[in-house]
């Protein structure tokens, strides 16, 4: 099976009952404000900090990703934690690597949507944002934007990937948010 395909089962069931019915799926621009909203609260918050984001996460009762599934959130980027981060808006994941990174996973329907969304929230939080690299792979699996942030003497280094699912096109894409101290 396919990674991508392993990752959307896992969102899937990181949170077990916590998916709307049909009928109630939010429009891309609600689920993207959680995930923008996350984002912030978690990773740009918790960077380089992976005791004091593991404690806001228990603070919030988000619940662990049983350690094998967790293995294909972490892969071969390092160890850490995952967390499931679902709620009725959309299916997510909070990864705690031990390095300090932090990312959220997501099933995310307009990834430029949740761009957007993420870079007008940290606008207003009086975050300094600027682009410093725009990548697509020639096959069109994947996009990546590479960001630097700044906040008075905070900084980092925001990457917001998108990859569709070619083995199973009527999901929604994969978008990782993935911040680290820089």
Do not use: Y
């Not at 990674?3 to 969102?11: Q, T």
């Not at 959680?34 to 996460?57: E, K, N, T, Y």
């Not at 995310?108 to 944002?129: E, F, H, M, N, W």
Request: aromatic content about 4%; glycine content about 10%; proline content about 7%.
């Amino acid at each position: 099976m396919p990674k991508s395909s392993i990752v959307a089962a896992l969102l899937a069931v990181s949170i077990a009952g916590c998916s709307p019915p049909a009928a109630q799926v939010a429009a891309p621009d609600r689920d993207a404000e959680q995930v923008a909203g996350l984002f912030v609260r978690s990773c740009m918050s918790f960077a380089g900090d992976p005791a004091g984001l593991r404690h806001w996460i228990a603070a919030n009762h988000l619940p662990q990703v049983p350690e094998g599934q967790a293995a294909v959130f972490l892969g071969s980027a390092g160890t850490g934690e995952v967390f499931g981060a679902s709620n009725r808006f959309g299916k997510h994941a909070l990864v705690s690597f031990d390095s300090g990174a932090c990312e959220v996973i997501a099933m995310a329907g307009d990834a430029p949507t949740v761009q957007r969304t993420l870079l007008t929230l940290l606008g207003k939080l009086g975050v300094s944002v600027s682009q410093v690299l725009v990548r697509s792979e020639p096959d069109g699996s994947s996009t990546q934007d590479l960001f630097d942030a700044a906040h008075g003497s905070r900084h980092w280094k925001v990457s917001i990937t998108s990859k569709p699912h070619s083995d199973a096109p009527n999901l929604a894409p994969e978008l990782r948010l993935l911040a680290t101290v820089g």
